[in-house]
């Protein structure tokens, strides 16, 4: 079940872009992610923690192998890190994309509409083998990873660079997201936010309050839905 709109501005642009999030909102990959930097870890000799998995959501590739290497006593260097777990990460792909049920048809819908776009805290080579496998290459115009903008979420570089890339302004850009630090960093970008909560993302209701719309499942989320949160000036 949806909520109405609660915290757009009366005087708020008209919805020029939508700027979706990839891990946990178009496809189920948190646990692939999860999975393969587990798997390195204990691998390598590091020391896992149930909790790293919801501690590293959102950081660029950088900061997570970072945080593996730091909290995680990773013995190895975080360059290296991050390509063994991006390895992993894509031969996981290579045998199944989990894209999560309707996706692909709301993507599809809100593109014949607006502008669409992709702002996403995963590496460049499993954002381009998403985006193929789910056959969103051509509907999405632009996609940024966290890294190639500079930090990660909650920091609101990556929708910037998503709304500049596509040429509007961020408040008159719409955000779809599933996860804490993703609503955070679209919302100090300035965007509108519809919240689409993954259970492998717990987001507490403090932070669901600075959605203007919350969805149960992309299924709901339909033109009309991004229509209520577009008012001319």
């Given at each position: 079940m949806s909520t109405a709109p609660t915290m757009s501005a009366p005087d708020a642009p008209m919805v020029s872009a939508v700027v979706f999030d990839l891990d946990g909102v178009l496809v189920d990959t948190e646990p692939v992610w999860a999975d393969?930097?587990?798997?390195?870890?204990?691998?390598?000799?590091?020391?896992?923690?149930?909790?790293?998995?919801i501690a590293m959501l959102g950081m660029s590739g950088p900061e997570w192998s970072q945080?593996?290497?730091?909290?995680?006593?990773?013995?190895?260097?975080?360059?290296?890190?991050?390509?063994?777990?991006?390895?992993?990460?894509l031969q996981r792909l290579a045998e199944a994309v989990p894209l999560i049920a309707g996706a692909h048809k709301a993507v599809t819908a809100i593109a014949a509409r607006w502008p669409v776009g992709l702002a996403s805290s995963a590496d460049r080579p499993v954002i381009d083998a998403v985006l193929e496998a789910a056959g969103l290459d051509n509907v999405?115009?632009?996609?940024?990873?966290?890294?190639?903008?500079?930090?990660?979420?909650?920091?609101?570089?990556?929708?910037?660079?998503a709304a500049a890339r596509l040429g509007v302004a961020a408040q008159a850009a719409v955000a779809i997201e599933d996860s804490a630090n993703g609503m955070r960093s679209a919302k100090a970008a300035g965007m509108r936010l519809i919240a689409i909560p993954n259970q492998h993302a717990p987001v507490d209701d403090g932070v669901l309050r600075i959605a203007d719309v919350v969805l149960a499942a992309i299924t709901e989320l339909t033109p009309a839905t991004v229509e209520t949160l577009s008012v001319e000036r």
């Open positions: 393969a930097k587990r798997e390195l870890t204990l691998a390598a000799g590091g020391h896992w923690s149930t909790d790293a998995p945080y593996m290497h730091d909290e995680l006593s990773l013995p190895l260097a975080p360059e290296v890190i991050r390509e063994r777990v991006v390895e992993g990460v999405v115009r632009v996609s940024v990873s966290s890294d190639e903008a500079g930090a990660g979420k909650p920091a609101p570089d990556v929708y910037l660079a």
